[in-house]
């Protein structure tokens, strides 16, 4: 019977268009763009090859190291505020809010789906100080603090970017721990209740480790993402003060498209691609370590 | 199993013996209560109040915006900083660009993942774990290092200057992701329908077309949710590609309002931002269950 599902013509005719399409937009790309490393030069002056000189300007630029930093600064506390409050809001929903979260639950994910250079703009002039004092400076001046230039320093500028991110997608989070918190049974939970858990030390011992692969996994999604941050950083700082909030993804637009070094652009985007195929091996690794282990 | 069910029992009979402890449960769930109360009004006032805040301002003129306090409501409701917006801001413009992207790119990422999906799924033949695994890889690498080479191609064919650039690549960028959702969606389906289909004298292809398709009618229109927002709230590959003012789709257009006025008009600008926010408000309004469900499948599933 198999004969039929094995086909070679219908193969062919069904995956092969997407696979086509697939390899000229991504793969070919990817290996030319890899090409593009050892040259200098743009599309419209043309390319000249340049040997492996990118690659020691990468390791010796301190504007990359600043991205870089910045990247990974980024990553570690965004990943961590999105899945913080994620959990957290799940914990809300499935142990106090029960069956009336559904509501809540639509609210607080909507963020999600917003443009995000919407929200960069709504952030903005949400903590702006000036032409017009926003509501954040307002509320600040209202208890007696004096406004605070929050973009006006790479500092205040990265916590507001940190909040705006963790604001936009924290409702997310909730919802897919909200799915591995609802599959713990009733039946463990009431149990561990009778042996005398409750409050933190049941959500310690019995539905931390219970949710640990869900947990995982958002945050692994949540480190794909971060890493990659690019649109709600043009839309609320483009980079700045300075290159204050500059990371390596705006940092190579700009070489690439105001400066016009693609070759240089495409080495900076090969150390990014390498960054983010690292951090997903290592958090695999821990991950499936203490998978093993809980 | 028998060890869990075990203390079901006790709890139900538990919970009328112990009559001595019920007083201090009620209050500390009193208490929790009123703790529960308290977060989640102020939950819904940092979800809710910015978009309030917005909306009220986009209908202030600009002295009413930069001389009265951020809080106040708008002297006079000023409903023409919508059209300004739409016509001398240029978003209907934008608009209709990106509906002229997202539209094909999303009817030809779907139609070509879908039949890659059957025939990774569904077909039998060696050689198709690797090849998902190919699409996968598509989801890790960040989509700057494709831009560069893509960039040269558009520009070596003629195509910028035209939306064909935006097209094709979030058709590809879009594929992995679909592909791999619907080869999932796909092995609910028993592959003996098929089977049973190409028996009745349909072809394979047929049977994909006229059988598989309507089956998975609910994931496609799942997987097009996602990808719809995907694409329509995308601000890299827009900027990228874009590099005519008349291309612009809304994202890039919102980024460079201020541009197109003088000096900046705050009124028309959270104007724009409000159609957006509207826009998207509107669909979630109607399908919010599918969207929910649907981004959250595609990132356990990536």
């Known amino acids: 019977m198999h004969r039929v599902l094995g086909d070679r013509r219908a193969i062919a005719l069904l995956l092969g268009p997407a696979l086509l399409v697939y390899s000229l937009i991504m793969l070919v790309p990817m290996v030319w763009s890899l090409g593009y490393s050892f040259t200098e030069g743009n599309t419209i002056d043309g390319f000249t090859g340049n040997g492996v000189a990118n690659f020691s300007r990468v390791v010796d630029d301190p504007a990359v190291h600043d991205a870089l930093w910045f990247t990974l600064k980024y990553a570690a506390v965004v990943t961590a505020g999105q899945v913080i409050a994620g959990y957290l809001l799940a914990l809300l929903y499935v142990f106090f809010l029960k069956r009336a979260s559904a509501l809540i639950r639509t609210l607080v994910f909507f963020p999600v789906v917003l443009p995000t250079v919407a929200v960069g703009l709504l952030f903005q002039k949400f903590f702006q100080v000036a032409p017009q004092t926003g509501p954040v400076n307002s509320l600040l001046n209202a208890v007696g603090i004096d406004s605070i230039d929050f973009f006006g320093s790479a500092g205040s500028a990265f916590w507001v970017l940190a909040g705006m991110d963790i604001w936009r997608s924290m409702g997310f989070y909730a919802v897919l721990l909200f799915a591995g918190l609802v599959d713990i049974p009733d039946e463990v939970l009431e149990s561990a209740r009778l042996d005398g858990a409750t409050g933190l030390r049941l959500v310690r011992h019995i ?34 003060p300075g290159s204050g909030t500059t990371p390596l993804t705006l940092y190579m637009f700009q070489t690439s498209f105001t400066y016009s070094d693609y070759g240089y652009g495409s080495t900076i985007a090969l150390l990014l691609t390498v960054v983010c195929l690292l951090v997903s091996l290592v958090v695999h690794r821990v991950s499936r370590r203490d998978l093993t282990e809980g | ?232 709230n995308d601000l890299l590959i827009a900027l990228t590609f874009t590099n005519n003012q008349d291309l612009r789709t809304v994202q890039v257009g919102l980024l460079n309002f201020t541009g197109d006025f003088g000096a900046t008009q705050y009124g028309p600008l959270f104007a724009a931002v409000c159609l957006n926010v509207f826009g998207t408000l509107l669909i979630y309004l109607f399908l919010n269950q599918k969207v929910m469900k649907g981004l959250t499948a595609g990132a356990v599933k990536g």
């Open chain 1, 207 to 240: 539905v931390l480790p219970l949710s640990l692969p869900v947990l995982m996994s958002s945050l692994i999604f949540s480190i794909n993402g971060t890493l990659k941050v690019f649109d709600s950083i043009v839309a609320l700082t483009n980079g700045g």
């Open chain 2, 1 to 232: 199993m028998a060890t869990i069910g075990t203390p079901v029992k006790t709890s139900a009979s538990g919970r009328g013996s112990r009559p001595g402890k019920a007083p201090r449960a009620r209050r500390s769930r009193r208490g929790s209560r009123l703790w529960v109360k308290i977060v989640v009004t102020l939950l819904l006032v940092v979800e809710i109040y910015p978009m309030i805040w917005m909306f009220l301002t986009s209908l202030k003129s600009n002295d009413d915006y930069l001389n009265h306090s951020t809080w106040s409501l708008p002297t006079t409701w000023e409903w023409g900083n919508y059209t300004e917006a739409w016509t001398t801001g240029h978003i209907g413009l934008y608009v209709q660009n990106s509906l002229l992207a997202v539209v094909p790119a999303l009817a030809l990422m779907l139609l070509l993942g879908t039949a890659a999906g059957f025939a990774l799924q569904v077909m039998v033949w060696k050689g198709r774990g690797l090849t998902l695994l190919i699409f996968l890889a598509g989801m890790m690498v960040p989509p700057q290092m494709i831009l560069l080479p893509l960039f040269t191609v558009y520009f070596q064919t003629g195509l910028s200057g035209t939306l064909w650039p935006l097209i094709l690549t979030y058709t590809g960028t879009g594929l992995p992701l679909t592909v791999f959702m619907m080869a999932t969606y796909y092995r609910t389906v028993p592959r003996e329908l098929f089977e049973a289909a190409t028996i009745d004298g349909a072809g394979i292809l047929r049977a994909f077309w006229t059988i598989s398709v309507p089956l998975v009618r609910n994931a496609l229109l799942t997987v097009g949710l996602v990808q719809f927002f995907f694409i329509w």
